[in-house]
């Protein structure tokens, strides 16, 4: 059966592989079709006549070559659908095929299921006779045991009998007779179980024997399942491959007659619309024939009486008439050009004259606007030197500030003994220590507080222990008069050393005192420094002010000078002859110009 199986899987394989073959060729026929092209523009309609209609010729073609074009249109359909019914055979072909292999798939998948059963039930076959191979495996263990218990007992036996007395013969006799049976029985048994051990070796044989052909059925079976599950994979996918194929061929045919059967369409209107293209060239050449006649006769009767208007007795032909027009036009334009001329004699005269009006005309506009912006130059000059007047003042100010400021420096340095030049950077430095001596100050002070507090509360105590050491002088002993005297000397010698320090500590504070002063002007000095940079800046601000102006200034005496010039120039001057100054009119130039 699985042979059988195999044989009809490679059939099957040899089948699908012819199939392309005959796929790609059915293919290299309908690339041989000719795109859908037309010379023509064609709109959405439904009939052929508003089909017709709605086409617009590009290039004439004759009936001719479109009944040509007819005829391989029709033979290609003819071959497409005899491509197409082969195509169509195919796959009923393959649709037989496909439905016996499905009608065999049931079959298979039966096969498989026993199959698999019946490798279930070999395994479980396998493990039932390893279970029983374990109990025999065990069964004869325990009869060696048995077997090497007797040995013992016959020797342990044979041992006693050497080490018995002959005295007790009649009791070894009985013993021996008892022991002969016991051997005998033993004996016996050892037959047995080694008959035993026999058989089951013999079925352990067997047995094994047993599962090794159970194995290799059971490895067969595999084998025989992978490969029915291959050919049930390959058969599906060979079924998939050729329906996918067949439903692209049939999409392509399709396509390609719905393609032609457009052709054909625009081909039978195309036809309709030649003839009627042609019936109306035929009805337009008609039509020309006869306009050409009447315009032929409308030539003549045109050049008769155009001979008739010249005074010509030559004959009515084109090149006499034209050379009559020719003749009156180069008569026409000599008399023109003699008079254009005269009149251009005119006219240079007046065009001076008319000329030397405007220029005069210009000067004098020229010279009232030189006038106006002479005067708001002037109005913008006197704006200047109040500016400037200003400037000078708030300079004035800024020198005078700065000067007091000098002072109060010097003044600042020579209270702080600070050698100070162009940078402030030491007396900032020396204010800043008089700052930190301030601090350093006041911590002594309040050291000092506290040391004199500490000082007042000893000499109180003192006073208090001396008045007590009086009283005890007069009542106690020698040795207690001692003792009460060793504490005010110590209390004197603490008092001593807090003076010392009281007095290193207001030496301390007199030289802080003289540094305070200083501390009190830090204030004064940052603000004096930030008054003096923006007097720096305001002093800046004025002199490019001042240079502005002063810009400015040289601006308008140029312009002065530029207008006194120009006045100098349209002075008018002693009257010269007219040919003169018709000859050699003034060069005049405008104050814009200039400027």
């Known amino acids: 059966m699985f042979s059988a199986s195999q044989d009809s899987v490679s059939q099957e394989e040899s089948e699908s592989k012819e199939v392309p073959n005959v796929e790609l060729n059915v293919r290299g026929k309908h690339q041989n079709l000719r795109p859908r092209t037309s010379p023509y523009n064609r709109e ?308 001076i004259l008319l000329d030397q009006a405007k220029q005069q005309r210009n000067a004098l506009f020229r010279a009232r606007i030189s006038e106006e912006e002479y005067q708001k130059s002037m109005d913008k000059m006197e704006e200047l030197e109040q500016e400037l007047l200003a400037s000078d003042l708030e300079r004035k100010n800024l020198e005078h500030k700065l000067a007091t400021f000098e002072r109060c420096i010097t003044k600042v340095s020579q209270m702080l003994n600070v050698n100070v030049g162009s940078v402030f950077d030491a007396i900032f430095e020396r204010i800043e220590e008089l700052v930190n001596q301030e601090s350093v100050y006041r911590l002594v002070v309040s050291d000092n507080r506290t040391i004199s507090e500490n000082l007042i509360r000893g000499i109180q105590n003192v006073r208090k222990e001396i008045q007590t050491v009086v009283k005890t002088d007069s009542s106690s002993s020698s040795g207690k008069q001692q003792k009460g005297r060793v504490s005010p000397v110590l209390a004197a010698a603490k008092i001593m050393h807090d003076r010392t320090q009281t007095l290193k500590t207001i030496d301390k504070m007199d030289k802080l005192n003289k540094d305070l002063l200083a501390t009190m002007t830090i204030e004064t000095m940052r603000a004096a420094d930030m008054e003096k940079q923006n007097l720096k800046k305001k002093m800046n601000e004025q002199e490019n002010r001042i240079r502005q102006l002063e810009r400015e200034k040289k601006e308008g005496e140029r312009i002065r000078t530029i207008i006194a010039k120009w006045e100098k120039r349209n002075t008018p001057k002693p009257a010269k002859t007219s040919c003169e100054s018709v000859g050699r009119p003034k060069s005049q130039t405008s104050i814009i110009g200039l400027i």
């Not at 290609?76 to 659908?81: F, G, K, P, V």
């Not at 049931?106 to 076959?125: G, I, N, Y």
């Not at 008959?195 to 044989?205: F, T």
């Not at 052909?213 to 084998?223: D, P």
Request: charge should be negative; include cysteine.
């Open 44 to 351: 959405d309609s439904k009939s052929p006549d508003s089909i017709a209609g709605t086409f617009t010729i590009k290039e004439p073609r004759s009936e001719r070559q479109t009944k040509v074009k007819l005829e391989s249109l029709e033979r290609r359909l003819r071959a497409n659908e005899k491509a197409r019914k082969e195509i169509e055979g195919e796959v009923e072909k393959w649709k037989e095929k496909a439905m016996k292999n499905s009608k065999r798939l049931p079959d298979l998948e039966v096969e498989l299921a026993e199959m698999t059963q019946s490798k279930e039930e070999w395994h479980a076959k396998s493990i039932e006779i390893e279970v029983n191979l374990r109990q025999v495996i065990g069964e004869r263990d325990e009869l060696r045991q048995k077997l090497f218990d007797s040995e013992e007992e016959f020797r342990m036996l044979s041992t006693k009998m050497t080490n018995t007395n002959i005295e007790n013969f009649s009791d070894i006799e009985k013993f021996i007779q008892e022991s002969i049976l016991k051997c005998n029985n033993l004996e016996q048994e050892n037959e047995n179980l080694r008959v035993e051990i026999a058989e089951m070796s013999s079925k352990l044989s067997q047995n094994q024997n047993h599962v090794s052909t159970l194995m290799e059925h059971l490895e067969t079976n595999k084998t025989q399942s992978q490969t029915i599950h291959g050919i049930c994979k390959k058969e599906l996918e060979i079924r998939q491959n050729t329906e996918q194929r067949i439903n692209h061929d049939v999409t392509l045919m399709n396509s390609t007659i719905n393609e032609q059967k457009l052709e054909i369409e625009m081909l039978k209107s195309e036809i309709r619309c030649l003839r009627s293209y042609s019936q109306e060239t035929t009805n337009s050449n008609k039509n020309n024939i006869i306009l050409l006649k009447s315009a032929e006769s409308e030539r003549r009767s045109l050049l008769e009486t155009l001979s008739v208007l010249l005074n010509s007795d030559e004959e009515p032909n084109e090149n006499n008439i034209k050379k009559n027009i020719r003749d009156l036009v180069r008569e026409k334009n000599i008399e023109q050009t003699r008079r254009l001329e005269a009149e251009a004699k005119a006219l240079n005269i007046e065009n």
